[in-house]
């Protein structure tokens, strides 16, 4: 995809040549652009070549030409578009030119100038260009150009809503969702022309995104920020094993209100961002685990399965509580699901995870059907039915949090699927119990949480701090309270049910 800067690199090129018979010399480029050195000029060049945009023959003087296999069309720049508020569409009649691999491969396109910043975590920002095919319809999720009131116009992701109206929704936090009461969509983002040069366009982004709040050393970082956020800023294939244990949108109590959304399909369209992003970062060879509530992990594991290979469907069961169900059969177990990107070439180190085979073994009996009869083994791999007690008041590893996984059933999933020195993400990091155990399996670990008093949980159990903000980090056992979870494990009404695309 060419940038903004390449395009008008290529253009120079193309009319000078015209103009003048031969190729502009690199410093030619630079003193035209008012580039800061040769090296830019030749960056741009260099770029230009590799997309096969020039010819470039070493070892003379004016060795730039214009390829003659460039795949280049124009496209009309139609005028502005708001990633804002809605503004009156502004018309313009001209010309640009780009790749052909920027377009679809049907139908009609054009160009919109984008004024505003509702949309920058998509990676698309005020003064960017985007490429728009032409259509009248879309599905849920995809970044539309819309008419609102018959002569606004915007840039926003497309949600049908379950009861019939249209939400136009921003990217970016700051920005409330619309609700236009007359909408017509008149084509989907096809791809983004930055308008900023390659050397400097991270670091512009960059300066727009806000500085994240974390503690850190060499084994471990921990942040107090929004999940999603964060994610966003880990660079792609870079994550060896990740564990998220979201809240399930059943009314739970973690302090800031965060555990109910609407309705069950703007919590499932929640959920699909933070698993797209775990996707992104996850190494080749990594392995995804992620946990929810039984209600809704039949529409994740259908969303999941794809995206990635479903290796296992686990079941971790407990005992009861101390509230039992009088209408219906109690809940006694929650969903993991693990997956993987490659399904030949994920870890599973068996061996570092067996238990005791309750089985032959146990009664010391002989297995005859070998050629040789022994004994039958004392260990063996666990199943995917996992029992682990529930983490209780007054149990020594216990945290004042609702929803506290237990240490040995993060050892079990650290050590079945990461390696000393590998590195273990956990998005939802709660009591950071993921971070804690990893770490001391000789594991890096990154702990990402919202809240900031589970924020000071982690500080203290990894041994980032022993003060935050002049309060001495002591571990302070009380009982939790406040839990709004009347709505556990209900199955959602019919009204709920998600609409999302895979």
């Known amino acids: 995809m060419l940038t903004k800067k390449q395009k008008e690199v290529l253009d120079f090129i193309k009319s000078s040549s015209q103009k003048k018979g031969y190729s502009p010399s690199l410093e ?46 124009k496209v009309p720049l139609m005028g502005t578009i708001a990633a804002g508020v809605p503004i009156e569409v502004v018309e313009n009649k001209e010309v640009i030119t780009v790749d052909r691999s920027q377009l679809s491969h049907s139908g009609k396109h054009y160009a919109l100038k984008v004024a505003g910043n509702s949309m920058i975590d998509e990676g698309i920002f005020d003064g960017d260009t985007v490429i728009v095919r032409e259509q009248q319809s879309a599905e849920n999720g995809e970044k539309v150009v819309a008419l609102v009131n018959g002569n606004e116009a915007t840039l926003k992701k497309f949600f049908l809503e379950e009861d019939g109206r249209v939400r136009l929704q921003p990217a970016n936090p700051s920005f409330p969702p619309l609700f236009p009461d007359d909408v017509a969509i008149q084509g989907k983002v096809i791809s983004v022309l930055s308008n900023k040069n390659d050397q400097n366009v991270e670091a512009g982004r960059a300066s727009k995104r806000k500085e994240f709040k974390f503690a850190a050393d060499g084994a471990s970082t921990i942040f107090n920020e929004d999940c999603i956020e964060v994610l966003r800023s880990i660079k792609d294939e870079s994550i060896d094993l990740i564990f998220a244990d979201p809240p399930y949108n059943i009314g739970k109590d973690f302090g800031n209100n965060s555990d109910k959304w609407d309705s069950t399909t703007r919590y499932l369209e929640w959920c699909q961002q933070w698993i797209n992003e775990c996707i992104r970062i996850l190494k080749p060879s990594g392995t995804f685990y992620f946990m929810n509530a039984t209600q809704h ?32 059969f109690g809940s006694l177990y929650e969903p993991i699901i693990m997956a993987v990107k490659n399904e030949d070439g994920y870890k599973f180190n068996f061996e570092d995870i067996q238990v005791e085979a309750k089985t032959g073994s146990e009664r010391k009996l002989i297995d005859y059907r070998k050629k040789v009869p022994t004994p039958y083994n004392t260990k063996k791999t666990p199943g995917n039915v996992w029992y682990f007690p529930r983490v209780r008041f007054r149990m020594p590893e216990y945290e004042d949090h609702p929803t506290q996984k237990p240490e040995s059933l993060l050892e079990r999933i650290v050590l079945a699927s990461s390696n000393p020195g590998d590195t273990v993400l956990d998005p939802f990091g709660g009591t950071f119990t993921t971070c804690a155990v990893a770490k001391k399996q000789g594991r890096k670990t990154i702990g990402i949480e919202l809240n ?30 406040g839990n709004k979870s009347k709505k556990d494990h209900e199955t959602p009404s019919r009204s709920q049910l998600p609409f999302f695309s895979l």
Do not use: C
């Not at 529409?299 to 005992?319: C, H, M, Q, T």
């Open 297 to 328: 992990m039949p529409y994740l594991d259908v969303y999941v399965a794809s995206k990635l290979k479903i290796i296992n469907r686990i079941v971790w069961f407990y005992d009861s509580s101390g509230v039992q169900a009088k209408n219906k």
């Open 28 to 73: 030619e480029i630079q003193k035209h652009f008012k580039l800061a050195s040769v090296s830019t000029a030749h960056f741009h060049v260099t770029k230009l070549k590799a997309g096969g945009y020039l010819d470039k023959t070493e070892n003379k003087a004016r060795s730039i030409s214009i390829s003659r296999s460039s795949r280049l069309v």
């Open 452 to 481: 900031e008093q589970y924020f000071k949980i982690g500080l203290r159990r990894l041994g980032l701090a022993e003060e935050y903000n002049g309060e001495k980090l002591i571990r302070d056992i009380k009982k939790k309270t």
